[in-house]
């Protein structure tokens, strides 16, 4: 299994980013995927995550009104739309099934930094 972030950067207080994730080496459409941060010195923690068909969606509280996850089946792609991004925020995100299989690759994730 391969998954691959991207899609970050450094933005400012209330800015927006488009995370985006490719997977390989999965029958994608078979699992449900999710949104993982790990923040500086904390623990990683679930942001958001999406059933197979993309019909069921569930946001942590922090989440909630300001990001958006998306999948593309058809891409293999899951996606984080990131809107009044706060300083909170910043984090590297990873994308994965959910939940969570231990012992499984994390894969690359993405570097967001929210700061002025």
């Known amino acids: 299994v391969q998954l691959q972030a991207s899609g970050g950067g450094l933005v400012q207080p209330g800015g927006s980013l488009r995370l985006s994730c490719a997977a390989s080496g999965i029958m994608f459409s078979r699992y449900n995927m999710a949104w993982y941060r790990q923040g500086p010195g904390k623990s990683r923690e679930l942001v958001a995550a999406?059933?197979?068909?993309?019909?069921?969606?569930q946001y942590t509280d922090y989440a909630k009104g300001r990001f958006a996850i998306s999948r593309d089946n058809g891409k293999n792609m899951v996606y984080l739309q990131m809107s009044s991004l706060k300083p909170e925020d910043t984090a590297v995100y990873y994308c994965n099934v959910f939940p969570y299989v231990p012992g499984s690759s994390w894969g690359q994730g993405t570097q967001v930094t929210v700061s002025s």
């Open positions: 999406i059933s197979r068909g993309g019909d069921n969606i």
